[in-house]
């Protein structure tokens, strides 16, 4: 009895890598190093190669008594999603059909799937609610939802059971500092902030300050990482036991500003930070914040680490250690 995580060597990857072996799980973790690292690896036994290679897959699953999956492998930069879409059906939808048809045909039934809020595109209100409608103003966010759709399906063929995580904006780190977050390029608010005080550069951009919003930036509901890691081991204990499938959105439920991120930064790192207001970025919502209610009730989850300046104080501890991140 093993769970496979695909794509765990990646941010979110491997924070819930290391949760499932807190827990003492075994742990068999598939992942192309496109994007992912080694180093963010703190145990299980990593295979390298691609979910598209569906033999590959397949002897995977078969030769490591694989059980459950969560699904984490994916193209997940918004902007270039747009340059290059046929890269994220490829990678995301094609990927997701290969892993799916290759559990099926090994007789795994049980699947968490890394979703997005990137599925709600423009909110119709906000808290967002799962019922909400789905209309994503990227590809990144259309082949997310076509991959939950797929599940539904082969739910419905099958009874494969899914449970797919809809993330707001993740950040933070591990509390011990053993792993963070390293992207490359990377896009995220904090982490940019953070660059610097790293000195790796001289201001942060902020994306429009003529929003309809109190201080004019955008407004985004940031959730620390491992919370998000805690949420995929409820999922799991709740596929264990029999459960339906079912979409969870994860957020904190508390809304930030692009200005008040910035200043929490300046307060954890003593930095001065200067900021340039610059344009709008294209497809920005102006408000994203979770109702995370039907989580909070289905599957008792709830937020342990939900204080901004302890989410930003994690992620500095990560960066002020790794300034150039992982070395593999
Ligand atoms: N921002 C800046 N300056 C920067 C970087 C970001 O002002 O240098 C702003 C953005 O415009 C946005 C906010 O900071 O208003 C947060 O931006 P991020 O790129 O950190 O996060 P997003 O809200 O764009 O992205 C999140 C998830 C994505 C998901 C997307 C859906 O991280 O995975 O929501 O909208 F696709």
Known sequence: MAVLVTGGAGYIGSHTVA??????????IVDNMMQ????????????????????WLESIIENHGITE?????????????????GKYYDNNVYGTLCLLE????????????????ATYGEPEQVPISET??????????????????????????????????????????????????????????IPLILQVPLGK??????????????????IRDYIHV???ADAHILALEKLRQGGESSIYNLGSGNGFSVKEVIDVCRKVTGHAIPAIVQPRRAGDPAVLIASSARVQSELGWSPKRDSLEAI?????????ANPNGYRQ
């Open 226 to 228: 491992c919370d998000l």
């Open 102 to 117: 290759a559990m099926r045909h090994q007789g795994v039934n049980r699947i968490v799937f890394s979703s997005t809020a």
């Open 36 to 55: 992912g690292h080694r180093d963010a690896v703190l145990g299980g036994t990593v295979c390298v190669g691609d979910l598209r290679d569906r033999s």
């Open 201 to 218: 550069r001289d201001h942060i951009s902020i994306f429009g300050d003529d929003y309809p919003t109190t201080d004019g930036t955008c």
């Open 19 to 28: 949760a499932l072996l807190e827990r003492k799980e075994d742990v068999v």
């Open 312 to 320: 930003v104080g994690d992620a500095w501890r990560w960066h002020l």
């Open 69 to 85: 999956v969560i699904h984490f492998a994916a193209s997940s930069l918004v902007g270039e999603s747009m340059q290059d879409p």
């Open 132 to 189: 909400d409608s789905t209309l994503p103003t990227n590809t990144y966010g259309e082949t997310k939802l076509a991959m939950e759709q797929m599940m539904r399906w082969f739910d419905s063929a099958y009874g494969m059971k899914y449970v797919s995580l809809r993330y707001f904006n993740a950040a933070g780190a591990l509390p011990d500092g053993r792993i963070g977050e390293d992207h490359s390029p990377e896009t995220h608010l």
